[in-house]
């Protein structure tokens, strides 16, 4: 099995990569875990959440996003993302919402995103 072949792991590891959204591209880092979280990470937030193999090749995430100046956007952001991956490339796409700081949503956005696997982990050998 190659380092770049997913099969056994999944999206376990470092992904750097861009969202494309409301005609703007941003470039992310996301960190996915065994124990099925993921952490965010971009030049204006940080965010947290989870991720869930769908498939052989195949998985979802839910993050909420924060960013860092709260006088630009003082709510956040739930970001929702179906994806595939294959030989250390994964793309994506999900409906966002736009969050209030009391929770109500004020918006949403379609984005696209693509993401290349920096540190592949160890594979499973079953």
Request: proline share 6%.
């Amino acid at each position: 099995m190659s380092v770049a072949d997913t099969t056994h792991t999944g999206p376990l590891g470092l992904w750097r990569g861009t969202a494309t959204h409301d005609e703007h591209t941003d470039e992310f880092a996301l960190s996915f875990a065994a124990d099925g979280t993921v952490s965010l990470t971009t030049p204006f937030s940080t965010g947290e959440g989870t991720w869930t193999a769908t498939g052989a090749r195949s998985f979802s995430y839910t993050i909420r996003e924060v960013f860092n100046d709260r006088s630009v956007m003082p709510g956040w952001i739930a970001i929702n993302v179906d994806a595939t991956h294959f030989e250390g490339t994964y793309t994506g796409s999900g409906l966002c919402y736009v969050h209030a700081p009391d929770g109500t949503v004020v918006g949403s956005t379609f984005a696209h995103v693509t993401g290349h696997r920096q540190n592949p982990p160890e594979s499973d050998p079953s």
